[in-house]
C-alpha cells in the first residue's frame, strides 16, 4: 500500500525533489550553503524578537521609578522582581546567538554555530513566555481580582504556548516529520 507521499512522489509532485526527499528548491544545496541559509532565517526571526522584547525590558525597568510602585504588595514586588530577571535572562537568551557567531566566526564552525544558537533563540522563547505571563499576572492583579487575574494569564500564557510551539510542532510534523531542520 503506498501513501501519500509516495504517491506523490511517484507523480512528480513540485513538493519532491529529483533524489525522492522534499527539497523545497534547495535540492543540490551543500551543508555549508544550508547552514548559511538557517543562519539568515535565524537573523531575521532574531530581529523581531529581539525588538519586542528589548522595548518590554525596558520598559519593565522603569517601573520602579513609577510612584505608584512603592504602594505594591510584597506579593506584588516579588513577582515584579522574577518578571525582571526574566526579562534580563530572555534578552541574554536572544542576544546570545549574535554573541556566539561573533566568536564563532572563521572557526569553519557554522553549522554548530547555527545549531547552538537555534537552541538559545527556543530557550529565549520559553523565557518570554514566562516574562509574558509574570508581566501580566502582575499587571492583571492590580486591575482585576487575583483569581480572575490567575484565570486570565492562563488563557494567555495557552494561547502564547498554543501559537508558538504547539502548531509550529504540529506543522513540522505533519509537513516532513523526517528532515530535522
Not at 530581529?47 to 520598559?59: D, K, M, N, S
Not at 538559545?120 to 482585576?144: E, I
Request: net charge neutral; proline share 3%.
Amino acid at each position: 500500500m503506498t501513501s501519500v507521499r509516495d504517491h506523490e512522489r511517484d507523480e512528480g509532485s513540485p513538493r519532491w525533489g529529483r533524489t525522492g526527499s522534499r527539497d523545497r528548491g534547495r535540492g543540490d544545496e551543500t551543508p555549508e550553503e544550508r547552514a548559511d541559509r538557517r543562519w539568515g532565517d535565524l537573523l531575521q526571526e532574531l530581529r523581531v524578537a529581539q525588538t519586542g522584547v528589548q522595548i518590554l525590558f525596558g520598559f519593565l525597568l522603569t517601573v520602579v521609578f513609577q510612584q505608584r510602585f512603592t504602594d505594591l504588595s510584597d506579593t506584588d514586588r516579588h513577582i515584579y522582581t522574577v518578571t525582571v530577571v526574566l526579562g534580563a535572562a530572555t534578552v541574554g537568551a536572544l542576544v546570545g546567538p549574535v554573541a556566539l557567531h561573533r566568536i564563532l566566526t572563521g572557526l569553519r564552525l557554522k553549522p554548530e554555530t547555527v545549531l547552538l544558537a537555534s537552541r538559545l533563540t527556543v530557550l529565549g522563547l520559553v523565557l518570554l513566555l514566562c516574562t509574558m505571563v509574570s508581566s501580566l499576572l502582575l499587571v492583571l492583579r492590580l486591575a482585576a481580582r487575583d483569581t480572575w487575574a490567575a484565570v486570565l494569564v492562563g488563557v494567555v500564557a495557552t494561547w502564547f504556548m498554543l501559537c508558538w510551539f504547539m502548531v509550529p510542532l504540529w506543522a513540522r510534523h505533519r509537513g516532513n516529520p523526517e528532515e530535522d531542520d
